[in-house]
């Protein structure tokens, strides 16, 4: 009967992945890594431009965006997707199934859309310097609009996610298309040239004009050689010192997510299955070790900040100072309270902004 064939359901041996110990071990040792300084330094990043004012600037707020995004895909994305196809199964519920699904589509837009928006609003910054600039009002709104045209961009895929069940403890989430139909390749192509073509074309054509316009400023200034050129000759090495910590981001979201771009583009033309070339091992290896660069870059991101620059590090020093300083600042020695230290909080960095590039000097070329 129903209640029996659901107990023979549950009794049967799980389709997981057979791998070996070793191997697992490997796996589980190298997301755990990412994880926990992706979660740690993408909230330094957070935390940074939240508790300091000084550095909310247009720039560092869509930097800080692109955190959030990063690690959004720590919390849901770097462990239950890994794990779904390890069980081949869902073990997370209906609820996560949708959310799991609609956050990790998105989040995939959200970082190449961001970079996109801080390379537009910089060239606008190098090439026209004395006009109206984005303000951080008007930045937060932008993020408010690329983290909502993502979702619209994933309503078709939306739509197909289904979740059902198999008896009481096997359940599935997946993304149903009529086998007959290309709307599946045809839908993943577009959303592949959306979300990376687009963002790459723009972020390009950008960086090339900054380029261009800061080096032609730098020719001008060293024909000058006047000493009265140096503090525009600072800016435009802080600006080319901006743009190269820019390039490394993009450098990073391109490099960490064109292989597990390609690996879903031959999975949606069933390619990958077919491959004779690859044992059924091999496979399995080849979608973690994809995936698990994908969320390496969510990790490479508050690395670069930290490598290229020492406000970032800086401020970061500065804030567990205060903490620890709030926390022994004064003592009480025979009922008088006596001051130890001023909290460093007091004493804010010489430079102003998290990105050593402050908006507000920018306009002095």
Request: net charge neutral; hydrophobic share 45%; aromatic share 10%.
């Amino acid at each position: 009967d129903e209640d029996t064939l659901f107990n023979t359901t549950c009794d049967l041996p799980s389709d997981r992945i057979d791998m070996p110990l070793p191997l697992k071990f490997m796996l589980i040792s190298a997301y755990v890594f990412v994880g926990v300084l992706s979660l740690i330094g993408n909230f330094l990043v957070l935390l940074v431009v939240v508790l300091r004012r000084q550095t909310r600037t247009v720039t560092n707020i869509f930097i800080s965006s692109v955190s959030a995004a990063d690690l959004v895909i720590t919390l849901v994305s770097l462990w239950a997707t890994p794990m779904a196809y390890y069980e081949r199964r869902w073990i997370f519920g209906r609820v996560m199934c949708y959310v799991v699904s609609a956050i990790q589509g998105a989040s995939l837009i959200w970082a190449p859309f961001t970079l996109a928006a801080i390379a537009v609003d910089r060239y606008m910054l190098v090439s026209s310097p004395y006009k109206p600039q984005m303000s951080p009002k008007t930045s937060l709104l932008v993020i408010i609009g690329i983290w909502s045209g993502a979702f619209l961009v994933l309503t078709p895929m939306l739509e197909h996610v289904e979740y059902f069940e198999m008896g009481e403890c096997t359940s599935f989430c997946i993304e149903f298309w009529e086998p007959t139909s290309e709307l599946r390749l045809v839908y993943g192509i577009c959303v592949l040239m959306i979300r990376s073509g687009l963002p790459l074309i723009v972020i390009s054509f950008c960086h090339w004009r900054i380029a261009t316009i800061l080096a032609s400023h730098g020719r001008k200034l060293q024909e000058r050689r006047n000493t009265s050129e140096a503090t525009s000759a600072a800016d435009i090495k802080r600006k080319q010192r901006l743009q190269k910590l820019l390039l490394s981001m993009v450098l990073i979201f391109a490099v960490s997510s064109f292989p597990i771009d390609l690996f879903n583009v031959l999975q949606d033309i069933d390619l990958v299955y077919k491959m004779s070339i690859l044992s059924e091992e091999g496979k399995n290896v080849l979608f973690f070790l994809c995936h698990w660069i994908a969320m390496a870059g969510c990790l490479l991101n508050p690395l670069v900040y930290a490598w290229h620059n020492d406000n970032f590090r800086a401020h970061i020093k500065n804030l567990f100072s205060a903490n620890r300083s709030s926390s022994f600042k004064t003592i009480v020695t025979n009922g008088s309270r006596v001051d130890l230290t001023h909290s460093r909080m007091d004493h804010p960095l010489n430079t102003t902004t998290l990105l050593d590039a402050p908006d507000k000097d920018d306009v002095k070329l």
